[in-house]
T-cell receptor, first 113, second 114 residues
Framework: LAKTTQPISMDSYEGQEVNITCSHN???????ITWYQQFPSQGPRFIIQ???TKVTNEVASLFIPADRKSSTLSLPRVSLSDTAVYYC??????????????FGRGTQLTVWP | DAGVIQSPRHEVTEMGQEVTLRCKPI?????LFWYRQTMMRGLELLIY????????DSGMPEDRFSAKMPNASFSTLKIQPSEPRDSAVYFC????????????FGPGTRLTVT
């Protein structure tokens, strides 16, 4: 099981770019990297998923180096509403077999005015 | 699409009582997950189903917990008897075969056992 390691907390100010790095040294060949966001009193929400290099959507970018032992979630120009817990997950992204997922403790991002 | 539906949203019960949590996954999704979240332990996967079949229940705390998925549109998580340490928010999530890690979570059931 490929567990992940993330910083417990991060602080930023409105308008800044935030990069949250996740370590997953035991990632398997078939594993994808997925990030979720969770606001208080809500369930986690899918943000982005990738396998290698860079993935970008309307919310964030995900950078994955060649060895895939880490990944970085990049949030451009954060606002107060981006204050949330961010989880990095590693597991099978497709196919008929689904591995057990481990959410970990996540990173509490706090954005200040 | 209504998203994942969970009921009840809040449940307060006394120790020793049976508690049943319900979940309706997104139509067309073939995987269903039950999670529990507490401040102490974070978000834990209890059990997940693939095509209505339980695949991994190693996260179920003990025999007091059981989960069923009688059809593709309904699942239950039952705790009998309940204990105060079961107090938590219980989330249900579902995902499609093509993107199993893109899980859609319900609003959760906040369970308080006194």
């Amino acid at each position: 099981l490929a567990k992940t390691t993330q910083p417990i907390s991060m602080d930023s100010y409105e308008g800044q770019e935030v990069n949250i790095t996740c370590s997953h040294n035991n990632i398997a060949t078939n594993d994808y990297i997925t990030w979720y966001q969770q606001f208080p009193s809500q369930g986690p929400r899918f943000i982005i998923q990738g396998y290698k290099t860079k993935v970008t959507n309307e919310v964030a970018s995900l950078f994955i180096p060649a060895d895939r032992k880490s990944s970085t979630l990049s949030l451009p120009r954060v606002s107060l509403s981006d204050t949330a817990v961010y989880y990095c997950l590693v597991g099978l992204g497709g196919g008929s077999t689904l591995g057990r997922l481990y959410f970990g403790r996540g990173t509490q991002l706090t954005v200040w005015p | 699409d209504a998203g994942v539906i969970q009921s009840p949203r809040h449940e307060v019960t006394e120790m020793g009582q049976e508690v049943t949590l319900r979940c309706k996954p997104i139509s067309g999704h073939n995987s269903l997950f039950w999670y529990r979240q507490t401040m102490m332990r974070g978000l834990e996967l209890l059990i997940y189903f693939n095509n209505n079949v339980p695949i991994d229940d190693s996260g179920m705390p003990e025999d007091r917990f059981s989960a069923k998925m009688p059809n593709a549109s309904f699942s239950t998580l039952k705790i009998q008897p309940s204990e105060p340490r079961d107090s938590a928010v219980y989330f249900c999530a579902s995902s499609s075969r093509r993107r199993p890690m893109e899980q859609y979570f319900g609003p959760g059931t906040r369970l308080t056992v006194t």
